[in-house]
């Protein structure tokens, strides 16, 4: 089965720009096709526009092309209503939005605005709002261990 789950910026950058091993567990998952990524058009704009920023690109010059990955990865949807939990941070509330309207199971980042919203996203929608490291803990299966054979 597929779980629907929606990433913000900045695990998109950690995926994209900065490798970052907190979120193998995740990758694993979209490889095997557990995890089936959502992102709206407006969530895609404000990657791009970020991969171009000079700072991102001092790190990793082709950081603009990667949004090519970034599209071969998601599925695109139209910007959801609101869906009546506040996000404290304005910028973040299209995130839990897109998560609730499309059912996601996870949304996944290291916002604490949104994280903030945990337990009502989950009482309310069903929607684990998590860290990566926190998506890597429940996460069903659980990961194999590269020590074993």
Not at 24 to 43: F, Y
């Amino acid at each position: 089965m597929t779980d629907p789950a929606v990433l913000d910026t900045n695990i998109w950058l950690d995926w994209l720009v900065f490798d970052d091993p907190g979120i193998t567990g995740l990758r694993a998952a979209v490889a095997r096709g557990s995890i089936a990524l959502l992102a709206s058009p407006w969530m895609r704009d404000e990657l791009e526009s970020v991969l171009a920023r000079p700072l991102i690109r001092t790190r990793l010059p082709e950081a603009p092309a990667r949004i090519a990955l970034f599209d071969s990865l998601v599925s695109i949807r139209d910007a959801a209503p609101p869906c009546r939990l506040v996000c404290t941070d304005p910028a973040d509330q299209a995130f839990i939005d897109l998560a609730c309207h499309h059912r996601a199971r996870w949304l996944i980042t290291k916002d604490r605005a949104l994280l903030r919203l945990a337990r009502a996203a989950r009482a309310r929608h069903a929607v684990a709002v998590l860290t990566p490291a926190g998506f890597a803990a429940a996460y069903n299966p659980p990961f194999p261990d590269p020590r074993e054979p």
